[in-house]
């Protein structure tokens, strides 16, 4: 059996987007049984530093990764990023600068020349799919695949499978659509807080955001964004998305 792997992973540093220290994220990893794990913070990494030595320490393949918007074709999205070596780490450090000390962000097509050391992910729900998908146009989206495609090496769709019915069946309908051209779908669980008991965090996390009360905050607060266990996620995902 393939072994279950996390990539979309938010620490306390994803400004009230997380909740975990970078060292309950390793910690929960290890108690777990996981054997390789990713940093993918909302438009930063200073936890990077952190993470490689607590992954090291506890014997887990650190993967380094970041969630970063970009621009393709003028409309913005974000994607999750991963460094397949120093110099795509250097480029994730590069755009994350950028993108946080400047109104606008990279473009898809400015990281092509990079794109060799990194891997792109595409998201779902605020991914570069969503308008084609609320227009339920098939065209477009294979449009904005191939236009990714002729950018990036190593490019994966991210199904979450712990959406609602709706997100879920087009998670697995985009899945499907991309298939043919050799775009894969990848396990992308999103993983905010470390246990499904922490969903409250996640609540306050929100309601301080946007200055309401917790039980406003409640119910908008991203639901079952724990750190699913090996068996929850060979439950949920196809053995080829691990």
């Known amino acids: 059996m393939t072994q279950a792997l996390h990539l979309h ?3 306390a540093y994803s400004l009230l987007k997380g909740s975990m220290s970078v060292e309950t994220l390793v910690l929960t990893a290890k108690s777990l049984g996981y054997k390789q794990l990713a940093l993918t913070d909302l438009n930063v990494m200073y936890g990077v530093p952190e ?3 607590l992954c090291e320490k506890h014997e887990i393949k650190a993967i380094v990764g970041c969630e970063l918007s970009l621009k393709l074709n003028g409309h913005k ?25 400047n109104e606008d962000v990279f473009t898809a097509l400015d990281l092509k020349d990079d794109s060799e050391h990194i891997i792109c992910i595409l998201h779902n729900l605020g991914g570069v799919f969503e308008e084609a998908i609320y227009n339920q146009s098939s065209d477009q989206i294979l449009e904005l695949a191939l236009s990714l495609k002729s950018i990036f090496k190593q490019l994966y769709f991210g199904a979450s499978y712990q959406e609602d019915a709706y997100w879920k069946k087009q998670n697995q309908f985009i899945s499907e659509l991309l298939s043919p051209l050799d775009i894969d779908s990848v396990a992308f669980s999103k993983v905010y807080y470390a246990k499904a008991e922490d969903e409250l965090l996640s609540a306050i996390l929100v309601g301080i955001e946007k200055g309401i009360n917790l039980q406003e905050a409640s119910s908008l607060a991203e639901k079952y964004r724990y750190f699913l266990d090996v068996n929850e996620m060979n439950a949920l995902y196809d053995q080829k998305q691990l």
């Open 77 to 101: 999205a974000q994607y999750t990023l991963l460094a397949k070596d120093y110099e795509g780490y250097k480029t994730l450090v590069k755009v994350s600068s950028f993108n946080n000390a």
């Open 51 to 53: 993470f490689l030595r």
């Open 9 to 11: 992973t938010r620490t």
